[in-house]
């Protein structure tokens, strides 16, 4: 197998996704010149290798025609590269691997384009949010796009859904305690401030004009689901109890999918409604 294979690989591959050439040489840096060199039997110089195979999103392998069907060494090489990349960076990294992966999951994904998250938000606007969301009948994804919010979730469908989401849970008690304004103030007030700090009924007197009976309310519901811990300490020679919150990513999560319930999203990047089967079943 000779090295012109590489051109001959670049060219069906570019075919068969309808992309320009002009598409290919703008991400590799070159002209597109040089793109219909290699495919007429020319060489890419070696350093632009993994740059042209990323454009694909294939390996390196690939553009010599050979079949990779052992993932384990991708795994691991995706593994390593988060695992290398500045932690202050690594969230965004995995982001952006999950927008791979969102878009890899279209319908005919061959013709769907080469851009970073970053890329894409540049061109929607500052203030501009959109959404991404793939559903099957075996699950689905919902993603969100933009500089107000970011977030990827993915869904499997579970065995039972009465078993996930149902036995034992009781959702109307948690929606009327989220009700409470009093209670709702409290749980936004807590996520705000160092989690770490101790302190007693009178933070909720001082900080949100309740009084001392509705503050031992809130303490009493918050640890009905597990958001604090009490200490007691003696002091004046008495003991008193103090808290400590808890919080929980749950919350945070609770939010952004309520935010879609209020204010429904209507700009989607990428968006499957292949869905049939009920998400209760």
């Avoid at 598409?23 to 495919?39: D, Y």
Wanted: charged share 25%.
């Amino acid at each position: 197998m000779g090295i012109d294979i590489i051109g001959k690989q670049i060219a069906a591959m570019r075919k068969e996704r309808g992309i320009k050439q002009e598409e290919l040489a703008k991400f590799v840096g070159v002209s597109a010149q040089a793109v219909s060199k290699w495919e007429n039997g020319g060489v890419p110089d070696t350093e632009l290798l993994p740059r042209i195979a990323d454009f694909f999103s294939v390996s390196v392998d690939s553009l010599f025609g050979r079949k990779v069907t052992d993932y384990t060494d991708l795994q691991s090489a995706l593994m390593k590269k988060i695992g290398e990349t500045p932690e202050d960076q690594r969230l965004k990294t995995v982001l952006n691997h999950c927008w791979d992966m969102e878009r890899a999951l279209m319908p005919n994904n061959h013709s769907v384009g080469k851009c970073s998250i970053e890329e894409y938000e540049k061109g929607i606007g500052a203030k501009a949010q959109h959404y991404s969301s793939i559903m099957q009948d075996d699950g689905f994804t919902r993603m969100g796009i933009g500089n107000r919010l970011q977030y990827f979730l993915v869904v499997p469908d579970p065995k039972s859904t009465e078993a996930a989401y149902f036995n034992g849970i009781d959702y109307p008690s948690l929606f009327s305690d989220l009700a409470d304004k009093d209670f709702w103030n409290a749980c936004v007030f807590l996520n705000k401030r160092e989690s770490r700090k101790a302190f007693s009924p009178n933070l909720f007197v001082k900080n949100l004009g309740v009084d001392a009976e509705k503050a031992k309310d809130i303490l009493k519901t918050l640890k009905k689901y597990g958001l604090l811990y009490s200490t007691d300490i003696e002091m004046d020679d008495e003991v008193q109890k103090v808290y400590t919150f808890r919080p929980t990513p749950s919350f945070v999560a609770m939010l952004i999918f309520a935010r879609e319930l209020i204010d429904t999203p209507d700009i989607f990047a990428y968006y499957c409604g292949n869905r049939k089967a009920p998400y209760f079943k």
